[in-house]
């Protein structure tokens, strides 16, 4: 799954939901509640699940990582 980076595939495991369109309509709904740097991490995020199918983002596994730092 390397279209998709260790932040936003967290991002992506907090704000999951079954489709791909109410994914994103989760995350841009919480966007006034975050800070800006989560604001530009949730736009970035949000344009690439943009770019997936319905079927695609179906068939994509999202594990939340731990950082290993």
């Known amino acids: 799954m390397?279209?998709?980076n260790?932040?936003?595939?967290n991002l992506i495991c907090c704000y999951?939901?079954?489709?791909?369109?109410d994914t994103v309509a989760a995350m841009t709904a919480a966007?006034?509640?975050?800070?800006?740097?989560i604001q530009e991490?949730?736009?970035?995020?949000?344009?690439k699940l943009k770019k997936l199918t319905?079927?695609?983002f179906a068939g994509l596994v999202?594990?939340?990582?731990?950082?290993?730092?």
Do not use: C, H, I, W
């Open 41 to 47: 991490l949730v736009g970035r995020t949000a344009e």
């Open 31 to 37: 966007l006034p509640y975050m800070e800006t740097e």
């Open 62 to 69: 999202f594990l939340p990582a731990e950082d290993m730092e």
């Open 6 to 9: 260790f932040e936003e595939t």
């Open 54 to 56: 319905e079927d695609e």
């Open 2 to 4: 390397g279209q998709f």
């Open 16 to 21: 999951r939901r079954k489709t791909r369109a």
